[in-house]
């Protein structure tokens, strides 16, 4: 009785992952079987999906980078400060 169970329930849980476009984890799929009024534990749909090799998309990380401002030029921060200062060298004898 379980192990058909467990197959209908799989069969499921692959419709709702493939709609998904294999975004969905096993808490999106257990939110949308609740939705859809299949009552199944947690639990049991992430043995079920790990059963039936099945894993959800996490989001990458964003990467950061400098940002630039309206004109094209980098904005002043600790990676361009350095480029903007004047060398004491350069300002011997202006004073």
Avoid at 12 to 34: N, T
Avoid at 48 to 68: E, F, H, N, V, Y
């Amino acid at each position: 009785m379980r192990r058909r169970r467990d197959a209908e329930l799989t069969e499921h849980i692959r419709r709702i992952h493939a709609d998904s476009g294999g975004i969905y984890g096993s808490p999106r799929v257990h939110a949308q079987l609740k939705r859809e009024g299949v009552h199944a534990g947690r639990k049991r749909v992430e043995r079920l999906m790990r059963q039936a090799d099945l894993q959800g998309i996490s989001p990458r990380p964003t990467k950061s980078c400098t940002r630039r401002a309206a004109a094209g030029r980098p904005r002043m921060g600790s990676a361009t400060r350095s480029a903007w200062t004047i060398p004491p060298e350069a300002t011997k004898g202006l004073s």
